[in-house]
């Protein structure tokens, strides 16, 4: 299983960006993914996740939208009114039980994408 993150880059801050999140090989419909960032010189963070439903971190409930295209076995992250603290590498990650996703335990992560918001 592979997780291909596309999607980061500069923006300002209240802006916006997509960032996606492409599964190649055996990912169910049922598995949970989600998204994860780490600033520099911090521990990696949870964000948000979807399966049956969606979670999100309080940090970014209200801004962050998580979406999830099963016939494309891809997961998108929507995120408006941005930040300088979002400033981060974004990590995608894939579970197959865990509820909300943890740091530590992930079955599959994805190489990051940088998104930097600038002030």
């Known amino acids: 299983v592979q997780l291909q993150a596309s999607g980061g880059g500069l923006v300002e801050t209240g802006g916006s960006l997509r960032l996606s999140c492409a599964a190649s090989g055996r990912i169910a419909g049922s598995y949970v993914m989600g998204w994860f960032r780490q600033h520099p010189g911090k521990e990696r963070e949870f964000v948000a996740c979807?399966?049956?439903?969606?979670y999100y971190a309080d940090s970014v409930n209200g801004r962050f939208t998580i979406s999830r295209d099963k016939a494309k076995n891809t997961v998108y992250l929507q995120m408006n009114s941005l930040k300088p603290d979002d400033t981060a590498v974004y990590y995608c990650a894939a579970d197959r039980d865990s509820w909300p996703l943890r740091t530590y335990g992930v079955e599959y992560w994805g190489k990051g994408t940088l998104v930097t918001v600038s002030s």
């Open positions: 979807i399966r049956y439903s969606t």
